[in-house]
């Protein structure tokens, strides 16, 4: 029944095996198939971590010790976790009927797969975070019912911390859902081997260091990339592009990256700009160069039937196959066509590739001196949204498909390395497990240009941060829409731009209104520079610019800190404060590393708010000079002119405009 393993233990019934091993530091890898285990399996874990791991078993039950976590097995195959040192119960397996099936349920899909079901017990007034970035809107995610699939604005990231002093990642990229439920916890993959998670604890930010040993820590953020990012759908040309850059140069605005969107290509799949709109990209990435920013340009993963590079792949097996029907997987705009064209996705699991793909980046974008990906598109965003029809080199998209934004994130990080290049950003619509240590970072997809938009943006901030990924960043502004002549908009976008100016990566996008062809490859949106929205709004989104500048070495030490030890720059106030039961109910208010608390105004004609300060501290108003003890909620004025942000007393932080 029971096995001791190397650091481990392995139990045996029926036609189950349940392997648990130490995984780490304070942290546990439990997998549980039929018959066997298949190693190699993909995932989002590095290699097995030396470890220090005690085991005890006997004719009933078998317990594996390793720091923080203890596991009990007991003679049915069943597992608790276990505080290590005082053994109170941190989470544990459940049956889901008293006689079938057990805590663990393999349905046959047949060809040796299974739908899979992995139920854990419930516990009243347990909170969970993470799983990456959802637009639902919640905070605290019990009761959530979440599904497992990679789509636009939606990303799985499959990590939860848990109130109770616990993480548990599920090491399975399956298309699938998770349920939160008051009744249990419930994981299924719709169609896998074998079941994997990880289990580690501690207090919160003991959990997210883990996390960051067991799925790799972020490289350290480049210093150039920490100003302020300038983009909009879309400059159409060079020169359009390079007038934009050369007007914050005259104005005297910094300006860090400025970003070439789509369509700045012949055709999609080329990658490669298009002669006619630019003729000269060396000369204008030297240009940008002389004048402190840098040229981000956007690659997508898609290949039309156009593209120079769709034969030569097709015959190659670098696209991704489907299981029925032709390897199409999207419509989409396309120069030189009246209409749509079916396009295609490279296998971004297939490191032949993925080799392939950069190379011909490194020709085309990297020689020219550009070193910035835009990887949109990453989920990757086909129609109709059927992954279980994909088959990817890794397996079948039922299977694999979660993992596909990892491994194409992980492409250009292994290119960029192999280039020469120590510093690698790539921003990406999507991400999975793991996606941080490719120097991923995150933004929130297409989003609305609405309030209740940016309200549902700081809860899905905090909850990405929660699960690994300490840079993220939203569209300023919200990505579709934005009339230049509302009143209302012209608010939004200076309470946005005071909430992103203490977000990990700074940075304005949108579709603005008037919109320009929307459904034609010259689509573009109105202008969206810090100046387009009138004098008044400009000297305010100017003077926050300047302030992200003065920030710049405060925020290069959180993102040291975050590369270190994995904690996110931007975090939930309960990280620091653990012992403060009120900071785990605060929804619309997050720390900056650990001396700014930010409280974003979401509402329209706001001009005060209530903002919860923490215990064990006194906090300052660098506005007013007036300094609050912690442990109890303040009203603060918030005008329109002034970021609505505190400092932990004592710090010494250049919020102010030098008189």
């Known amino acids: 029944m029971f096995h001791e393993i190397d650091g481990g233990i392995e139990w045996r019934g029926g036609h189950q095996v349940v392997r648990v091993e130490a995984w780490g530091r304070d942290a546990v890898r439990v997998r549980a198939g039929l018959y066997g285990l298949t190693d190699g399996l993909p995932g989002a874990l590095g290699p097995r971590p030396d470890h220090d791991a005690k085991t005890v078993v006997a004719d009933d039950r078998a317990v594996l010790s390793n720091g923080a976590v203890t596991v009990e097995v007991d003679a049915a195959g069943m597992l608790r976790f276990l505080r290590g040192g005082t053994g109170e119960e941190l989470f544990a397996e459940e049956r889901a009927h008293f006689w079938w099936p057990g805590p663990r349920a393999f349905t046959s899909t047949g060809n040796g797969y299974y739908r899979i079901e992995q139920r854990f017990r419930a516990y009243e007034g347990e909170r969970l975070y993470g799983l990456g970035q959802h637009t639902h809107g919640l905070f605290d995610q019990k009761g959530a019912v979440v599904d497992l699939v990679q789509r636009n604005a939606e990303v799985t990231i499959p990590f939860l911390v848990s109130s109770r002093g616990y993480g548990v990642l599920w090491n399975n990229p399956a298309i699938g859902r998770v349920e939160l439920a008051e009744t249990g916890t419930r994981w299924v993959a719709d169609s896998a081997r074998q079941i994997d998670y990880w289990v580690t604890a501690g207090r919160p930010a003991d959990v997210l260091a883990r996390y960051a040993d067991a799925t790799g820590h972020a490289p350290e953020l480049p210093e150039w990339a920490s100003g302020f990012w300038q983009c909009k759908l879309r400059y159409k040309t060079q020169e359009e592009l390079l007038e934009v850059a050369r007007e914050y140069k005259r104005r005297g605005v910094p300006l860090s990256v400025i970003v070439s969107d789509f369509f700045h290509w012949s055709h999609l799949g080329d990658w490669r700009f298009d002669p006619e709109e630019w003729p000269d990209p060396a000369a204008m990435v030297r240009e940008l160069r002389e004048m402190g920013t840098e040229l981000m340009v956007s690659v997508w993963p898609s290949v039309s039937p156009l593209s120079e590079n769709y034969t030569e792949m097709m015959g190659a097996g670098h696209l991704v196959a489907t299981e029925q029907g032709p390897p199409v997987h999207a419509d989409w705009a396309e120069k030189g066509v ?32 550009i070193r910035v990906w835009w990887l949109d598109a990453c989920e990757p965003e086909i129609r109709p949204g059927h992954p279980q029809n994909l088959r990817y080199h890794a397996g079948p998209g039922a299977e694999v498909g979660n993992i596909y934004p990892a491994e194409h994130a992980r492409g250009f990080y292994e290119g960029m390395l192999a280039e020469g290049e120590t510093e690698v950003v790539t921003l990406c619509r999507s991400a999975w497990a793991g996606s941080q240590r490719y120097g991923a970072a995150l933004w929130s997809g297409d989003i609305a240009a609405t309030f209740p938009s940016l309200r549902a943006q700081i809860r899905a901030g905090l909850n990405t941060a929660l699960s690994g990924i300490p840079w993220w960043t939203t569209d300023i502004g919200g990505f579709h829409g934005g009339d230049q002549d509302s009143a209302e908009y012209r608010e939004l976008l200076v309470r946005w731009f005071q909430y992103g100016v203490f977000c990990p990566l700074f940075r304005l996008h949108g579709f603005r209104e008037p919109f320009v062809d929307r459904l034609h490859p ?20 100017r003077e926050l610019v300047m302030l992200r500048e003065r920030l710049r070495p405060y925020v290069m030490e959180q993102m040291r800190t975050a590369h270190e030890t994995g904690l996110p720059p931007m975090r939930p106030l309960f990280v620091d404060h653990p012992d403060d039961p009120a900071c785990w109910d605060v929804e619309e208010q997050f720390l900056f590393g650990p001396d700014l608390l930010v409280a974003p105004v979401t509402e329209y004609g706001a001009r005060e708010r209530d903002v919860y300060l923490p215990q064990g501290t006194d906090w300052a108003d660098p506005w007013t000079g007036d300094v609050h003890p912690g442990g109890r909620t303040v009203r603060l004025a918030t005008p329109l002119d002034r970021a609505p942000v505190l400092t932990r007393h004592g710090a010494r932080l250049p919020l102010r405009t030098p008189r």
């Open 522 to 541: 010259d689509m573009s949106g109105g202008p969206n520079e810090i100046w387009s929205y009138g004098e008044e709004v400009y000297g305010v989104l």
């Open 338 to 369: 009246d209409g749509h064209v079916q396009v295609s996705f490279y296998d971004a699991t297939n490191p032949e590739a993925r080799r392939y793909v950069w190379e011909k980046v490194r020709d085309n974008y990297h020689s020219l001196g």
